[in-house]
Structures are given as C-alpha cells and as structure tokens.
C-alpha cells in the first residue's frame, strides 16, 4: 500500500477553471511538500508546509493535520499549469524522519 | 546560482557496465537524496545522507552505491547495470529537515 496517496490520478481542465489536487497520508508527519514537474522536466519544489496554509501567486496549499491530508488548490488555471503535480512528506519521529517520501503524482492537463 | 546539478543528462549502458551519477550542490546543504523515477511509480528513494561522511539506505538501494565525502557531492554508483536500472534518476538536497528540497534536472539513464 503506497503511503502517500493522490487524487485524482489525471485530471483534465479548462483554461480558467478552479483546481484541486488531493493528498492522504497514514502516518505522523513533521512536513509535507507539494512538487511539480513539467513533462520531460525537472522538479520544481512548491510548497512546504506543516500547518495551515500557504499562498503563493495562483497556487494554494492546505493541510490538515488531524485528518492527515493536504490539498493543492490552482486558481484561475492556465495551460502552463499542466505538469505532474507530486505530494510527499517527511515523518515526525525515528529514524524515518530524514527520508522524503512521495506519491504517483497527479497529471494535470489544462486545456485552452 | 547553480542549485543541484547532476551530470550527465542522458546515457545509455551496455548490460554489466559501471557508471557514476554525480551530483553536486552549492547551497551548503546537509541533506542529499538519490531517487529514481519509473512510470507511473513516483519517487523511489535510493539512498540519502544527512551530512558528510554519512549514508543510508532508502527503500530500493540495491544495485546502487553511494559515498558522501564532501558536503556538496553526493555520487551514486551503478557497479553491475542491468535492465531493471533503466529510470530517471533526481539527485535533491534540502538544508535541514524542516526547509524545502531542492532537485536537480534529472539524469535518464537506459540500460540495454
């Protein structure tokens, strides 16, 4: 079972259109990252966060702690929005706590 | 400013081939990790460190190597390659535990 798991798995869009990309986790984490990476591209980290919510231009990002989820909101979407969007954390005790562990991603496409 | 650079970009072996995956950051970071990329699998972690002189296993080490005797380089070795090994493999640094990670562009390696 993947420990980190992503919803959806692709997801179509409209130029202008409101997106949500969700993220559920199993374990206790001390940070949880949003990543993403165009296609053939390298990774671009988005946001890192441990509690509440981050904004960063179009790009919004929530967590949850107690229900062990986080969301990543696009407003306002645009055709270079589409990439592979990757959520992964790090664990709050022990030795895992130094290790970054990611989902499958979620393929965006936005179309014009 | 560099970030994470990993060389080389593309390479192809021949089955039972060595070859050495460099990475390098100049942004004084303690944290390194090495992972490959299959499709549809996300990120796997090869192998991390937490500082020079320091290395660990992640979740899919074998057939791979790694040294860290400088706080900028973080090599992965590939003693024996084999088919399986065909990936993309990203090299990241983050400064501590509870700051962002960084990644390189990426090298995609095919083993025939």
């Known amino acids: 079972k993947n420990e980190v798991e992503q919803s959806p798995q692709n997801l179509t869009a409209q130029e202008g259109e409101f997106i949500t990309i969700n993220c559920s986790y199993s374990?206790?984490?001390?940070?949880l990252h949003w990543l993403q990476q165009h296609p053939g591209g390298g990774i671009v980290s988005l946001f890192m966060l441990s509690s509440g919510k981050k904004k960063h231009g179009r790009l919004i990002a929530t967590i949850n702690i107690q229900e062990k989820h986080s969301s990543l909101h696009i407003t306002a979407s645009h055709p270079r929005d589409s990439a592979v969007y990757i959520c992964?954390?790090?664990?709050?005790?022990?030795?895992?706590?130094?290790?970054?562990?990611f989902g499958k991603g979620t393929l965006l496409t936005v179309n014009p | 400013n560099a970030g994470v650079t990993q060389t080389p970009k593309f390479r192809i072996l021949k089955i039972g081939q060595s070859m050495t995956l460099q990475c390098a950051q100049d942004?004084?970071?303690?944290?390194m990790y090495w992972y490959r990329q299959d499709p549809g699998m996300g990120l796997k972690l090869i192998y991390y460190s937490v500082g020079a002189g320091i290395t660990d296993k992640g979740e899919v080490p074998n057939g791979y190597n790694v040294s860290r005797s400088t706080t900028e380089d973080f090599p992965l070795r590939l003693e024996l390659a084999a088919p399986s090994q065909t990936s993309v493999y990203f090299c990241?640094?983050?400064?501590?535990?509870?700051?962002?990670?960084?990644f390189g562009q990426g090298t995609r390696l095919t083993v025939v």
């Open positions: 990241a640094s983050s400064y501590s535990r509870t700051t962002e990670a960084f």
């Open positions: 992964g954390y790090r664990r709050n005790s022990g030795g895992s706590n130094y290790k970054l562990t």
């Open positions: 374990v206790g984490i001390s940070a």
């Open positions: 942004m004084n970071h303690n944290y």
